[in-house]
């Protein structure tokens, strides 16, 4: 069986345009976000502001995803991009044993921010720095070294660099090729709302560098929001000092 290479984001940290350019690799099957589309839209969801008329769909749970993902790395390499707030409760050494792991970061000031201008009404669960942290910090203890983590900034900034050395830190050939595509449709990556949040990415035409934005003012952000972005941060801030660059 083939390791499983995973890179375990958080929402809104250009994890999806990350994926994307795994996609044109051609050399590794890509799921986009298996897990979350189980807790947000299977059988039995398990996100917080679940409701009546939330979408539920018939024989997709957690263990329907773990169980496809470990036939398709049967079959040939895979990637995956998700979130580890979705799976926390199902952390096993022998589940764990069969990635190959990598972290991608962002400043909460711009991920929580960004939250709020889609979902006002988002849950602090559905941030996930204290499960990416949480995960982290697992693998660290049971191998003894870090597993690479690539902070969206540095990524913006010099994507062929980064994502050059993390080819060589999850043992997978750099292909610069695929830091480029042609504008368009997202469909293999749009299961929850036909891809509302994902604007940028279809009018992306591939990652190119950009210089570094100028972080939010977190104060000019509601109560609520300043007070997660508070809680979050010195997560944040532990696995950045751990940041390939």
């Not at 250009?14 to 994926?19: L, R, V």
Request: glycine content about 6%; proline content about 8%.
């Amino acid at each position: 069986m083939h390791k499983i290479v995973a890179l375990w984001a958080v929402p809104r940290s250009t994890s999806t345009a990350f994926e994307w350019m795994m996609r044109q690799r051609g050399d590794v099957a890509c799921l986009h976000e298996p897990f979350g589309e189980a807790w947000y839209q299977g059988e039995d969801p398990l996100w917080p502001r679940l409701s009546e008329d939330s979408v539920r769909t018939p024989g997709l749970t957690l263990e329907s995803v773990w169980e496809n993902m470990q036939e398709m790395a049967k079959a040939g390499p895979v990637f995956s991009k998700d979130f580890p707030l979705y799976i926390d409760h199902m952390w096993t050494d022998e589940m764990l044993s069969h990635f190959t792991h990598s972290f991608l970061i962002r400043n909460p000031a711009m991920t929580i921010t960004s939250m709020y201008a889609k979902w006002p009404d988002f849950h602090e669960k559905e941030v996930g720095f204290a499960e990416q942290r949480e995960l982290f910090e697992m693998i660290l203890d049971k191998t003894g070294s870090p597993p690479p983590v690539i902070d969206s900034d540095d990524l913006l900034e010099n994507p062929a660099h980064i994502v050059e050395t993390w080819c060589a830190a999850v043992g997978l050939p750099f292909m610069e090729s695929a830091l480029h595509w042609e504008p368009g449709a997202r469909d293999e990556v749009s299961w929850w709302d036909g891809g509302s949040f994902h604007a940028n990415l279809r009018n992306s035409d591939g990652l190119k560098p950009q210089p570094r934005k100028d972080y939010i003012d977190i104060a000019e952000a509601p109560q609520r929001v300043q007070d997660v972005y508070e809680r979050v941060l010195p997560h944040y801030d532990f696995m950045k000092q751990y940041a390939i660059g």
